[in-house]
């Protein structure tokens, strides 16, 4: 059976994307900050998909922490076939209101965290010419939206490239670039959701992890759900930035 790791897998988008993979048959590797929460989910998907479940729990803020994830990547006697880089970090606050360390712990999960596991998985994938990553990024990568968009940008163009750089080797990476999604992400923000965000611009977790493994499967570079959020960014291309900044706000009311 293949394997994925997962990491942030014990809510939101990697909850479903976990939830998805055992249902295909997969074996899980499971990272998260809270060690009986994912005890707790990798009980429930043994008992409902029958498939091996193993935990990892990591903040990977912490280096230490991280190298062990990356550790358990690069480990060639238990290959890991797909990782998804999901773990995520939301600031609700603006750039000069947040204390530095806060907004480099940020930069630790969406940049630093994805780079290290990257690298790590992909070295035995190359080897064994198959496997895949699936690096979760947002469509705020397409806007002007501080330290956040960002750093999905850079996710967006670091999965860009080793689409193109892998793909001979048998590997395929993809950014994922969801918007809102009805999850516990804005609620640990703080932010009211009926009132952060039009209703028609929410999605729902397990079809958008539907969509995005489909499109991952037909070896696509990047995943954009919904009409909706396609226009967004072919929108958002089209207009300035200056006009762009000023749907700051939209999201963290």
Known sequence: MPTALVTGATAGIGLEFA???AARGDDLVLVARDEDRLSSVAEELRSSYGVDVEVLPADLTAPDRL????????????PVDLLVNNAGFGLKRRFLDNPVEVEQAQQDVLVRAVLHLTHAALGGMVERRRGGVINVSSVAAFLPRGTYSAAKAWVNSFSAWAHQEYAG???SVMALCPGFVRTEFHERLGVDRDSSAPRMLWLEPDRLVRDALADFDRGRALS?????????????RMVPRSALQ??????RK
């Open 19 to 21: 939830r998805q993979l």
């Open 67 to 78: 190298a062990r994830v990356a550790a358990r990547l690069a480990d060639r006697s238990a």
């Open 169 to 171: 080797h048998g590997v």
């Open 224 to 236: 954009i759900p919904s009409k909706r959020y396609k226009a967004i960014v072919a929108t958002s």
């Open 246 to 251: 000023r749907l700051q706000s939209l999201g």
